[in-house]
């Protein structure tokens, strides 16, 4: 948390009052002749070569104090790796299904894959027909949807709403972020290629999925993780000018996927209750409860941070993550990364990237994400001091948009 006070106004106005007019605008793009670039102005060797106008500036005034400025969430971080197997419990077939970090969005469809063969198997050789899965996060919804494709009747336990979840409050980048996999890097890009996939299939229809540019002064290691473990899903290309008008050194490109959560979740929800699912809102306080209380034989444990105490998962470790959300504003149609993010949605503009490791209290810290959106020095408060390691990097960053 930020111990300081908020200095000054709560506006902050953090950067058009700042901005030089650029005289050297263009003059470090590289000249190639027009035929010899492909659409998207990638010359043969996969430099890309800026032959248009700049992107537009984003705009970082913001209202810490305005409803829903500042959130907070925990990362399901879990050591080692994120958790995907069976147990048997009592006679019953539970899968487990957590412990996705910063990753649970992207690996979401992947995973419910994977959930599905598991109980396929059991479907198979027994005659349950019936299966409940703890949770309502995105792991949990799209395990559910993948368990209707089996023909299971399907009902889901929480003791959270979708919009009140972890999943609801991610920016929505498709990306490996802070996660373990260690000794699974097969596995993994099997659920990265069909989670891609699926992500894919969805664009247009109402999934809140678009495909984007994300630009990066440095090798975005979330994203060369991806192009590692499973190549021509996330491509790359360096930039010898980046497209800005004050942020003009080299960097890259990565063209990726960006998934609105909010829109993701309720139409998620609204499929599952439209093709019969039952949702009871409730909590379970420990293992014995889940096995004595759920009468159904197939249980999928998509809890996140909450399996920790539920299933007694000390590899589990809370990683908290702020953003602030500014007005959406709907000329910016990229992503920016580097030690932190910029994810311009249909509903904000998301700035965050903060990492509190052991820390899982969600509430959030306006101070902090102020001081992230804040290029002036009067509104520079808190995040020197604080525990959000990040963001004076994340300050840095926004900070190159104005100044350069
Ligand atoms: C700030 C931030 C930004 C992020 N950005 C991204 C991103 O850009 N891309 C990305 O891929 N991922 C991102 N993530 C990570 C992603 O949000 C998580 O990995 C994902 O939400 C985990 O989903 P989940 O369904 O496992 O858990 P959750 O969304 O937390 O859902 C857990 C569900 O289990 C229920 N539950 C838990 N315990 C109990 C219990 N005892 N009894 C009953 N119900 C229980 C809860 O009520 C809830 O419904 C981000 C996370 C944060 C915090």
Redesign the pocket.
């Known amino acids: 948390m930020c111990i300081e006070p908020v200095a000054g106004p709560q506006v902050t106005a953090c950067q058009p009052a700042f901005l030089p007019i650029c005289p050297i605008l263009g003059r470090l793009a590289i000249v190639v002749p027009r035929s010899s670039l492909n659409q998207r102005g990638v010359s043969p060797g996969g430099v890309a070569v800026m032959t248009g106008a700049n992107l537009p500036t984003p705009d970082f005034t913001f209202v810490p104090s305005a409803p829903g400025a500042c959130?907070?969430?925990?990362?399901?971080y879990r050591r080692g790796s994120y958790r995907l197997d069976a147990e048997d419990a009592a006679g019953r077939l539970v899968v487990h299904?957590?412990?996705?970090?910063?990753?649970?969005?992207?690996?979401?469809w992947g995973c419910a894959a994977k959930v599905r063969e598991i109980v396929r198997a059991r479907v198979a050789a027994g005659s349950t027909r019936d299966a409940a899965v703890?949770?309502?996060?995105?792991?949990?919804?799209t395990a559910a949807t993948r368990l209707l494709d089996l023909g299971l009747t399907v009902t889901i336990?929480?003791?959270?709403?979708?919009a009140?979840?972890?999943?609801?409050?991610?920016?929505?980048?498709?990306?490996v972020?802070?996660?373990n996999y260690a000794g699974k890097e097969r596995e993994l890009a099997e659920i990265l290629r069909t989670a891609h996939r699926t992500f894919s299939e969805s664009i247009g229809n109402g999934f809140g999925v678009y495909e984007r540019d994300n630009y990066a002064g440095r090798p975005a290691e979330n994203l060369e993780v991806v192009m590692q473990l499973a190549a021509g899903l996330v491509h790359r290309e360096f930039l010898p000018r980046m497209p800005f008008e004050h942020h003009t050194q080299a960097g890259y490109r990565y063209r990726t996927l960006l998934?609105e959560?909010p829109t993701f979740l309720r139409r998620l929800e609204e499929d599952l209750l439209a093709r019969g699912v039952r949702f009871v809102w409730?909590?379970?306080?420990s293992r014995e409860e889940v096995l004595t209380s759920v009468p159904q034989n197939i249980i999928v444990n998509?809890?996140?941070?909450?399996?920790r105490?539920?299933w007694n998962d000390d590899l589990l470790c809370p990683?908290?993550?702020?953003?602030a959300m500014l007005p959406a504003q709907p000329a910016l149609d990229y992503l920016y990364s580097q030690n932190g993010?910029l994810?311009p949605r249909s509903d904000h503009v998301v700035i965050?990237g903060?990492t509190e490791y052991g820390v899982a209290d969600e509430t959030p810290d306006p101070p902090c994400a102020a001081g992230w959106c804040s290029t002036s020095p009067r509104c520079s408060v808190g995040p020197r001091r604080s525990r959000c390691r990040r963001s004076t990097s994340i300050t840095r960053a926004t900070r190159r948009w104005s100044t350069r």
């Open positions: 959130l907070a969430g925990i990362r399901p299904n957590y412990g996705h970090g910063g990753a649970g969005i992207t690996l979401s703890l949770g309502a996060g995105v792991m949990g919804l336990y929480a003791d959270r709403k979708p009140e979840t972890t999943s609801f409050k991610a920016g929505g980048q498709w990306a972020s802070i996660v998934v959560p409730k909590r379970f306080r998509c809890t996140g941070f909450g399996a105490d539920l990683i908290k993550g702020q953003l993010y994810f965050g903060t």
